[in-house]
């Protein structure tokens, strides 16, 4: 049967091209932060003493060091101080960073830089998450430091942080870099597609499980984004590889992910969004009218009056996308929509449409904003040093170009090839999710994909997945109105081994913006609670 649309369109569509719509709303999205955002001189200090020289890893440890199954004379060169990071007053815990190689060759130049946090949790000792940030080209560092990590530093705070929801609390968590020529990477880039990525994961991880020992435990994977290539691809590569020591995949995590066509993910449903969101665009009568004729010119409300149902009619055919074919391209209407939402607001950010500014002033930023404090602080050579990084210059993002051959990554989308079903079927623990602010990667963009996968006999949802309440409990501090509030933030449904749920008061940023929620997903998917209709407190509160 049809359902609401009224309800379907609270998360609201937005556009997306993997290349093209997407990259321009998030270039156009960066540089008006940029203009807005004050950014400090930060550790500038440790520059003029020392330049971007002085990497060294410690050969000696002091009493501090910690007594760990982790701690061995193999992962002894990775060990993290945890009282000892520049800048942060507090003990973060057991960590170890640093750079392991894609293969067990000797000669192997290739490193992924890792830093990796036990968890104390008694039923995380058989078991890793793996977090990657998307973008592309972002680094997993990223989401460390402002979503998910034990340490985080908030817009506008003077200092960093405990983060009363990272994920170290529920279970061992692992952030890496990834591909070759992101942030702290070593090597020469020379992959085409997300198969060569899968490679390069795999063999860092092997070499990750033999240094730390932890053969055979349960991985689950993570990520936002563009991970939402990353992470299938990968995870498929783990089954495929049938290797339960190494690459035990038990669920899978995306968030805001890019999953499926670019024309019908996003483009289709452009119109719809800014209806939806008109009072926060603030676009005038002219403009949204010219908006819904191109809608209707280009059959995309037909388009979805047809395929937005539950449960789909058919498999939903490919239009063409306006960005490679001129006889279309006025059917580009996303960054149409974008340009005229930030000549109407300079402050409009399309990875959040509710933010404003001026934005708080701090030492680490969202992603959502612009980065370069982050830099600041992971080039200061003392923070390097503590983290075993190298000499070379971080980034926060690199381009494509950087990471992938020309001309970038040539993997279909894991949603339209089987990629994602297997992975589906293999677990039948996949959660897949969204912030309905976000304008870049929209909810309703993600379930339409999903809505042309077929899993475990059926295609799609066969009822919307989003009757039931997300609830959350609350922390001490939590504040009415924030995304760390407590109570109903969203929804969620779950069928045939995937659970999709939304955020109403979230963008792009959900780990950050609705940090509650992600915490929740995260323990069901470890199974330390049964579904998201749980309205008890968090498995970790006592």
């Known amino acids: 049967m049809r359902c609401c649309l009224a309800i379907v369109w609270l998360s609201a569509f937005a556009s997306l091209n993997l290349r093209t719509s ?7 999205s960066r ?25 060294s890893a410690p050969t000696t440890y002091p009493g501090g060091a910690p007594t760990s199954r982790f701690l061995t004379e193999r992962s002894m060169p990775f060990w993290v101080d945890g009282k000892g990071l520049p800048d942060i007053d507090f003990d973060i815990g057991e960590s170890y ?19 990796f946090f036990p968890s104390t949790y008694p039923n995380a000792s058989n078991e890793v998450a793996i977090w990657l940030n998307g973008e592309p080209g972002c680094s997993s560092l990223i989401g460390l430091m402002t979503q998910n990590g034990p340490f985080i530093w908030p817009p506008g705070a003077p200092a960093p942080m405990p983060n009363p929801y990272s994920w170290v609390n529920l279970t061992n968590v692992l952030w890496v870099e990834q591909p070759v020529g992101v942030g702290f990477t070593q090597g020469t880039p020379g992959i085409a597609d ?22 055979a435990s349960d991985v689950y994977l993570a990520s936002e984004s563009y991970g939402g290539y990353y992470v299938p691809y990968i995870a498929d590569a783990f089954i495929k590889a049938n290797d339960k020591n190494y690459f035990n995949l038990k669920g899978i995590s995306l968030t805001n992910p890019i999953i499926g066509d670019d024309t019908n993910q996003g483009e289709v449903a452009s119109a719809q969004f800014m209806d939806y969101w008109q009072n926060l665009l603030y676009l005038n009568t002219s403009f949204t009218k010219s908006v819904y004729s191109l809608a209707e010119k280009c059959q995309y409300q037909a388009y979805l009056d047809k395929y937005m149902t539950f ?15 001129p006889a279309v391209a006025d059917c580009a209407i996303s960054p149409y929509i974008n340009r005229a939402a930030l000549e109407a607001n300079q402050c409009f950010n399309a990875y959040n449409i509710l933010d404003a500014c001026p934005a708080p002033q701090s030492a680490l930023d969202s992603p959502s904003r612009d980065n370069s404090v982050i830099s600041r602080y992971l080039n200061r050579p003392s923070v390097r040093t503590a983290i075993h990084a190298p000499p070379e210059r971080w980034s926060p993002c690199v381009p494509s170009n950087r990471t992938f051959l020309p001309p970038g990554d040539q993997s279909p989308p894991p949603a339209s090839n089987g990629v994602l079903a297997r992975v589906i079927e293999h677990t039948n623990n996949t959660f897949i999710g969204s912030g309905n602010l976000d304008f870049v990667l929209p909810t309703n963009g993600t379930l339409l994909a999903l809505q042309n996968v077929t899993w475990n006999g059926k295609q799609g949802f066969q009822v919307y997945p989003g009757r039931a309440p997300l609830r959350v409990p609350g922390l001490r501090g939590s504040r009415k109105g924030s995304g760390r ?3 109903r933030v969203g929804s969620w449904g779950r069928e045939r081994g995937v659970t999709f749920w939304q955020v109403q008061r979230a963008g792009h940023g959900v780990m950050s913006e609705a940090p509650g929620a992600a915490y929740r997903v995260m323990e069901v998917l470890l199974g330390r609670v049964n579904d998201l209709g749980n309205t008890g407190r968090f498995s970790t509160q006592s």
Not at 35 to 52: I, M, Q
Not at 108 to 115: D, G, N, Q, S, V
Not at 194 to 215: A, P, R
Request: no cysteine.
């Open 485 to 487: 509030a407590p109570g």
């Open 194 to 215: 997300e198969s060569g990525l899968s490679q390069q994961f795999m063999g860092f991880y092997k070499q990750f499980v033999d240094t730390f020992g932890l053969l």
């Open 311 to 325: 449960p789909p009619p058919g498999l939903l055919p490919k239009l063409p996308s306006p960005y490679f074919y």
């Open 22 to 28: 997407w990259a321009l709303k998030a270039r156009e």
């Open 31 to 55: 540089q008006a932060a940029n203009r807005l955002v004050d950014v400090r001189s930060y550790g500038h200090e440790d520059e003029a003493r020392g330049g971007l020289s002085g990497f």
């Open 97 to 115: 960073a640093g750079l392991l190689p894609i293969s067990d060759n000797p000669a192997e130049t290739r490193k992924l830089f890792f830093w």
